[in-house]
Structure formats: C-alpha cells, structure tokens
C-alpha cells in the first residue's frame, strides 16, 4: 500500500531498466500511502560527438581527456594543413550519440607537407632537370645566363641550393647555362 513514483537517473554502474535506489532508502520504515521514489537507470550518461575537422589536435585532446574520453587514436600524414591540424575525423561520426569511456576516437592529424631533399642540379641538362623536378611535384622557374664554364644547355645554378629541404609543390630557380658571351672584335682605327 505504498505509491511508487518512478526517476530515470544515469548510472556507470547499474545497466538499463535496473533499480539504482529508493527514496527513502532499503531498510527504511514507510509509513501506508507514502511515495517511494524508484530510480531506474538509463545506463551509461551519453554525450554528443562533436565534428573536430579543422581544429587543433592539442586543444581537442584536452576537451576529450575533460570529458572521460579515454581512447583517442592519432593517425599522423603529410598534408597542406598547418601541422597538428585535424584533418579527417574517422570515428565517431559528427552528432551521434556515444558513451565517452566505451568509445574509440580516431583522428588523422597534419604533419605539415611532405619534404623533399632536393638534389643537385648542376651539370643536368634543362630536360633532365624538369625531369626530376616533374617526378618530386617541384615547378621550375627557368631564366639563362651566360658562363664561361658551364655548356650551354646545362644547369648553371639553383635556388634553393643542393640538400636544402623544401616542401611538395615548392618552385625551384633553375639557371640554365647560354653558354661562354660571345665577344666582338674590337676595332681599332688606323690614323
């Protein structure tokens, strides 16, 4: 003959449509009539995914750590994103419901564009310098100069130089050799 009121409360340990607690509690004198409050668990508290994509895996390490996300997962890869940007979030989907410490985050995080190091070029021909340049994503700027040591048609110089590091897709100065000036005679005058 008492009333049973029935709360539904989150609870890490009690599964689902299992009784947490009373109020008042087991053991307790109730009088006919009184309400008993019985507390039901809805399982594991859930909490909505965010979407990450574009933020700084830093900062959303400690959000997720604040939140009882235990398991968080770095894929690291080349990308033309600032380096610790997060670039694909592979699990959880954005907006779906998760319980934080039953649940896998995967994330694929930028280490910036990958680098080359790049060879010498000197001594190359043109096609041979486009050639490797084409084969590492590098574009090259050419310009000519004449020189007395370099054969026309070689590379004369670079810019950056030999063993500098430089990113995919990065413009390269090729110098290409025209060769030793040719001189003109000088005239002299007969008075």
Same mark, same amino acid.
């Given at each position: 003959?008492?009333?049973?009121?029935?709360?539904?409360?989150?609870?890490?340990?009690?599964?689902?449509?299992?009784?947490?607690?009373?109020?008042?509690?087991?053991?307790?004198?109730?009088?006919?009539?009184?309400?008993?409050?019985?507390?039901?668990?809805?399982?594991?508290?859930?909490?909505?995914?965010?979407?990450?994509?574009?933020?700084?895996? @830093?900062? +959303?390490?400690?959000?997720?750590?604040?939140?009882? =996300? $235990?398991?968080? &997962?770095?894929? /690291? %890869?080349?990308?033309?994103?600032?380096?610790?940007?997060?670039?694909?979030?592979?699990?959880?989907?954005?907006? @779906?419901? +998760?319980?934080?410490?039953?649940?896998?985050?995967? =994330? $694929?995080?930028? &280490?910036?564009? /990958? %680098?080359?190091?790049?060879?010498?070029?000197?001594?190359?021909?043109?096609?041979?310098?486009?050639?490797?340049?084409?084969?590492?994503?590098?574009?090259?700027?050419?310009?000519?100069?004449?020189?007395?040591?370099?054969?026309?048609?070689?590379?004369?110089?670079?810019?950056?130089?030999?063993?500098?590091?430089?990113?995919?897709?990065?413009?390269?100065?090729?110098?290409?050799?025209?060769?030793?000036?040719?001189?003109?005679?000088?005239?002299?005058?007969?008075?």
């Amino acid at each position: 003959k008492l009333n049973a009121e029935k709360e539904l409360i989150h609870s890490d340990d009690v599964e689902e449509d299992l009784v947490v607690r009373t109020e008042p509690r087991a053991g307790r004198t109730a009088k006919e009539g009184n309400t008993i409050t019985v507390f039901v668990s809805q399982g594991k508290e859930t909490t909505v995914f965010d979407d990450y994509v574009g933020r700084d895996y @830093s900062q +959303v390490e400690r959000i997720l750590n604040d939140e009882g =996300f $235990e398991n968080i &997962i770095v894929y /690291e %890869k080349h990308s033309d994103q600032p380096v610790g940007e997060i670039i694909t979030q592979i699990q959880p989907a954005p907006d @779906s419901d +998760v319980i934080p410490d039953e649940t896998n985050v995967i =994330f $694929e995080v930028s &280490i910036g564009a /990958e %680098k080359i190091i790049l060879n010498n070029l000197q001594g190359l021909t043109e096609q041979q310098a486009k050639n490797y340049l084409d084969a590492e994503d590098l574009t090259m700027n050419r310009t000519e100069e004449y020189s007395e040591t370099v054969e026309k048609g070689q590379v004369n110089r670079q810019q950056p130089a030999a063993n500098a590091e430089v990113e995919k897709g990065s413009t390269v100065n090729v110098v290409i050799s025209r060769g030793p000036e040719e001189k003109t005679p000088d005239i002299q005058t007969v008075t």
